[in-house]
């Protein structure tokens, strides 16, 4: 019983780390350089197949690119950020992230599963449209919080900053 309490609290430690733990510390464990380690890449993998099937919370998708060195197919799983209606996914990682560089290879063309298999069109956001966007995705994945370094009830003018180094793209059908 006592051994059940205590991997059970590990383990939401460890996946609420992005709450509590000191942004730098954060990055620097997970993310060195602003890229994902290891242990990153395996936790991403896991969500990326449990975003796929379904049995992560709606809110996560996984996105489904062609490489575009390997031609291979690639997943990683995202929060789809929500506004006025429409669709939005953000790179918490900035332009260098794979995803990005193979949406923008393929022009766009992608595949969103989350349960079903759904063929897409991303568009990318201006970088003055972006500010409102990254704001609602970002009260919605409070796990980018260490990347971002704003609260989420932070200014649109502080948002504004950053858009430039965060590409958004807008899911069309």
């Known amino acids: 019983m006592v051994g059940s309490l205590i991997v059970v609290a590990a383990l939401v430690a460890f996946f609420t780390m992005s709450w509590w733990m000191p942004r730098t510390w954060y990055r620097a464990l997970l993310y060195p350089g602003r890229r994902p380690n290891l242990l990153s890449r395996k936790l991403n993998s896991a969500g990326a197949w449990a975003s796929s099937i379904g049995i992560a919370p709606s809110l996560m998708v996984s996105l489904e690119t062609k490489g575009r060195r390997t031609g291979r197919t690639l997943r990683v799983p995202l929060v789809v950020a929500k506004l006025e209606g429409r669709r939005y996914l953000v790179s918490m990682l900035g332009e260098n992230t794979d995803w990005v560089k193979n949406v923008r290879a393929s022009n766009g063309e992608a595949v969103l599963r989350h349960g079903i298999n759904e ?55």
């Open 119 to 173: 063929p897409v069109k991303l568009q990318e956001v201006a970088v003055s449209e972006r500010p409102p966007i990254l704001r609602a995705f970002l009260k919605r994945a409070p796990g980018a919080r260490p990347h971002f370094d704003l609260a989420s009830d932070a200014s649109l003018e502080e948002f504004a900053r950053i858009a430039p180094r965060v590409p958004v793209f807008r899911v069309l059908p």
